[in-house]
């Protein structure tokens, strides 16, 4: 009755928990939402001033379908200054989230007979965009003990002379692990060598917590700028995921490509919207940054409270606000079997929300989202402690 390709891929896991968890609120239950992927933080006050200036001024039609100018520029002027790149507006375009921009490049550089690498735990939607194209998808697992950090070997042992495209999220959700300059270097090479393209997912590129060198749209501009795609958002950066803007750099030939797919799906961003974008990337940008305060506070005092239970095994991640935490340990064949009945649990039970590691590809896990505040997350944590403890017990009286 469907097309073939709704058979090939699944609704995304991680908002299946945020329906679950919305479903209880809406009955008036009290959840405690620590599965949320977005920011907490309201808009920040001068962004949101644009979007009213942009209405107040009827800039309320069509725009470009690639984006207007203006935006475009800000966008090259964000990364020439962050990162020393120099991209020119044909080379750019605008997107309904970072989630467009990946999803238009798959649909232009993929199709039946590639293969494409990307890598797991990770999030879903990199996969299921390969699949969407007709491609295949080559998974390259990164590990817990390694701090997930996805390494230049691995990616490379899983090329082959079908592979035609890498896709790389770094910072990483729902690991937080970054990809080392070199490392990036490495793969770099080897694509340019064989001429594959190159994807990075940066959207979570201004929350990275250490100052851990990371310029990796520099380091692929200087070796492989003719396949590489640069896909970023407003969303998580600038508190703005509900406004669905995000963009990518690329050579204008893909650009143009990615263009014409737009022009025929969802045509420009909304107007407003990108006026509002225009605001956050050339405005001040000490609002990014005391946001990532605030957030590496979280992470801090998080991990240290998961950290009174030796037996959930966690490190403290470089980037984005997700907490990646093995509870395998509580897991048995007489109690709670799978990391996904555990989080279903947790919510039914103690009304808690994480997202199980199945969603990312990682049975085992839990992510824990410290986009929250620290009220929420004191007694989230408080109440997985106790839920956790207490499985033994229950597991004794199952048994
Ligand atoms: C790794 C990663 N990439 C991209 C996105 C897309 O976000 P947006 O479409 O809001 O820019 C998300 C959203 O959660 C994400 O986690």
Known sequence: MLANRTTRIAVSPTMKVAADALRLKAQGIDVVDLGAGEPDFPTPPHVSAAAHAAIDANFTKYTSNSGTEELKRAVCARYKADYGVEYSTAETIITAGGKQALFNAAMCLFGPGDEVITHMPGWPTLVEQIKLAD???????????????????????????RTRGIVINSPGNPTGALISEADMAAVADEAARRGIWLLLDLCYEKLIYDPTPHNLPGILAARHRDRSVFCGSASKAYAMTGW?????????????????????STSNVCSITQKAAVAALTGPQSCVTAMLDEYRHRRDQTVKWLSAEPRLRLRKPAGAFYLF?????????????TSAALAEALLDEARVAVTPGEAFDAPGFIRISYATSLDVLRRGIRTILEFVRALETRGRAVG
């Open 135 to 161: 491609a295949t998808p080559v998974v390259v697992r990164t590990h817990a003990e390694d701090g997930f950090e996805l390494r230049a070997d691995a990616i490379l042992r899983a090329i082959t002379g």
């Open 244 to 264: 669905r803007c995000g963009w990518a750099l690329a050579p204008a030939d893909l650009v143009n490509a990615c263009n014409a797919i737009q022009s025929h």
């Open 325 to 337: 935490v093995d509870v395998s340990e509580f897991l048995s064949p007489d109690g709670i079997r």
